[in-house]
């Protein structure tokens, strides 16, 4: 049966699938699959709609996304045109035409109700079948499919894990959503930490995929299908595989001069730009000032007939304002530009709401800078194109450069001595480094110089490459201790094998990146800060092609003279003057040490009391008890991992009482 739908007015962003495959009907299909969609509201706020088959205990939840065809045409979830598949779509096929044109001239021309691009990759699928139409797919998506004909039920990922997709199983009730909360509305789900998730959680400050924090429960992995018949296990297969493509481009990369490649970038980010600038709705840009953000910025106002719409945030704090960066490229490429200073009650007003966002632990304070951002931008448009992805596309993140040059110069030095010259510098506090190096000029200093002369020693200590990498994306640096009990969930960088597929350091640090912190950190955070108001957020950089083609260029057009995004910096000197974006990385954070020190520190103290830790007997009280110590005497700065450990308990106290 297809069960009624509810109607509003159009133009909200965004969009949630959820579902269930329940063939026992342990609980009532509608009404669970409406608790479970009405939990994804805020993804899409347009529309809801379900659709449940009770004979094979199947259902389909949606939460509207109204970006392209705002009509009713394209409510979902949506049959297609010859009945046997019915889909719940999240995400944007950017090339959706070009499958209708592809459709069209191979005599497949259906009725469409409307230009949804999901009639198209309906029709796709009913011709072609899952796998070929999502090897043709240019975009971000997650959807899950049902095959009424095989009784199959067919999730779906885009490649670079933009769109998240939750999946989870216990005797013959499936699962699946965008988030989840979605899961906690349906009667039969019982949720239970896992502590092995929680100690890679502890080490990461994200869960990695494929876990999940709850047991029974998995992401499914960027690039990947999942197949699953009523009484059979899931099944799942990857479509796209970044492992073979780095192997490939770096075995054999392409013979281009500079300018053959720089005219090849500019043509296929630019196109990547304009596919991503088609929308029924009003469209702009977050601009930092930086690289990656400047570059999509200027390539949208290229394109553009009229000003673009930019946004940016600013704080009155050394070392985190990047508002005149942003407002010096915004008027050289005469985008129409807003930008909000932020004062710090704003900032400390978001952080009680994180655990809301955020229903799975998660840890990167960026996250706070993160919504602040989108929601100034939804007061404006509804869609926003984001410089995300950049660093690890393009080599951009300092360590890349940084940790292989010394890990190449230090590498000869027996190890005793490398320990030796760590211990003196871990003999000095960060903000000690801070104040000693504070006299050198500043064009010659980091950001954060004190965290990078530990980081160098985090270099010295370590007893090869991949000891050096996992060390550099640690925030705890034995989890096991702080969960006690626990083994680790593992993820692909404990896969030494990985060096056969790209032996170069940098690259393998790259291709490790992209395979876990991009998805698990930085795209879970744009998603659901955008999403909590609301904003779809575009990502050009991530598209596919743009991948494919960073991988397939030898190492000196991504990085040259010790610094990295070669290539996209010489994109972008086509539009903009190097002077008003060449200047030190500075991220997108904010003070969060000195305010778990001070405005926050009632509230930290509340959740690192003994107590609080000690409840429920997942935590071990006294490492995180010591770390709190020495951070509030200045003696070490323990903020991303006591950040870790806040965010967990917060979460566990929003999602986890009794």
Same mark, same amino acid.
């Given at each position: ?115 949804? &691009? ?7 699928? @009913? ?7 999502? /090897? #043709? *797919? %240019? =975009? ?107 192997? &490939? ?7 281009? @001069? ?7 970038? /500019? #043509? *296929? %980010? =630019? ?388």
């Amino acid at each position: 049966m297809l069960c009624a739908r509810r109607q509003a007015e159009p133009g909200h962003p965004m969009c949630g699938l959820t579902g269930i495959l329940d063939p026992r009907l342990s609980a009532p299909l509608d009404t669970s699959a409406r608790a479970m969609a009405a939990a994804l509201a805020h993804r899409g706020p347009d529309a809801d709609g379900v659709w449940c088959d009770d004979g094979a205990g199947v259902a389909l939840g949606h939460t509207r996304l109204s970006i392209i065809d705002l009509s009713p045409a394209g409510a979902q979830p949506m049959a297609s045109a010859c009945g046997r598949y019915v889909i719940a779509y999240n995400g944007e096929a950017y090339n959706a035409e070009d499958i209708r044109q592809e459709l069209a001239a191979g005599g497949t021309a259906p009725n469409y109700r409307g230009h949804s &691009d999901t009639e198209v990759i309906l029709a796709a699928i @009913s011709t072609w079948g899952v796998r070929p139409t999502v /090897d #043709r *797919l %240019i =975009g971000m998506f997650a959807f899950a499919l049902w095959d009424r004909e095989e009784r199959c039920l067919v999730l779906a990922r885009d490649r670079l894990g933009i769109k998240p997709l939750y999946w989870g199983e216990g005797g013959d009730l499936f699962l699946f959503a965008s988030e989840l909360k979605s899961f906690h509305a349906h009667p039969g789900f019982k949720p239970e930490i896992d502590p092995a998730a929680l100690a890679a959680y502890m080490r990461y400050n994200y869960v990695p995929a494929p876990a999940a924090i709850y047991k029974g429960v998995a992401k499914l992995e960027p690039g990947c299908l999942l197949i699953k018949q009523a009484g059979q296990p899931a099944r799942v297969e990857r479509y796209w595989d970044l492992r073979r493509i780095a192997h &490939d481009g770096q075995a054999a990369p392409r013979d281009l @001069s500079d300018a053959a490649a720089i005219d090849d970038a /500019d #043509r *296929l %980010i =630019g196109d990547a730009v304009k596919r991503r600038m088609v929308s029924d709705v009003p469209l702009g840009a977050f601009l930092s000032g930086g690289i990656d953000s400047s570059t999509v910025a200027a390539l949208m106002q290229a394109q553009s007939s009229g000003p673009v719409k930019t946004f940016s945030i600013g704080f009155d704090v050394d070392g985190f304002d990047e508002a005149p960066h942003a407002a010096a490229v915004a008027k050289h490429l005469g985008t129409e530009h807003t930008e909000l200073y932020v004062d710090p009650d704003q900032a400390l007003d978001v952080i009680p709401r994180l655990p809301d966002f955020y229903d799975e632990p998660f840890a990167d304070s960026s996250q706070i800078p993160t919504y602040l951002v989108s929601a100034l931008t939804r007061q404006h448009v509804t869609v926003a194109l984001s410089g995300d992805g950049g660093d690890e596309v393009f080599a951009g993140y300092t360590r890349y450069a940084w940790g292989d040059l010394l890990r190449r110069r230090t590498g000869w030095i027996p190890r005793p001595l490398r320990a030796g010259a760590a211990g003196l510098l871990y003999m000095l506090s960060e903000e000690t480094w801070d104040r000693a190096l504070s006299p050198l000029p500043a064009r010659c200093l980091p950001s954060h110089p004190g965290q990078k002369m530990h980081k160098l020693a985090d270099v010295l200590a370590q007893p090869d490459d991949m000891a050096l990498y996992r060390r550099l994306i640690t925030a705890w640096r034995d989890p096991a201790a702080l969960v006690p009990g626990a083994t680790e969930t593992p993820t692909v960088a404990w896969d030494d094998n990985v060096r056969d597929d790209v032996p170069a350091f940098m690259e393998c640090m790259q291709m490790l990146d992209t395979l876990t912190y991009l998805p698990d950190d930085i795209l879970t955070k744009v998603d659901r800060a955008s999403m909590a108001v609301s904003l779809e957020a575009r990502v050009p950089l991530l598209d596919h092609r743009v991948v494919e083609f960073a991988w397939s260029l030898p190492r000196h057009m991504r990085v040259r003279g010790g610094q990295g995004k070669w290539i996209l910096r010489r994109v972008l000197d086509r539009y903009v003057p190097r002077d008003l974006t060449e200047r030190p990385k500075m991220g997108f954070g904010i003070p969060v040490d000195h305010w778990i020190k001070g405005p926050l520190r009632e509230w930290a103290e509340d959740l690192l009391s003994v107590e609080a830790l000690g409840d429920g007997g997942l935590l071990d009280p006294a490492p995180i008890r010591h770390a709190w110590g020495e951070h509030l005497a200045g003696t070490r700065n323990r903020t991303t991992e006591l950040w870790s450990v806040l965010m967990f308990q917060a979460w566990r106290r929003r999602w986890m009482a009794a």
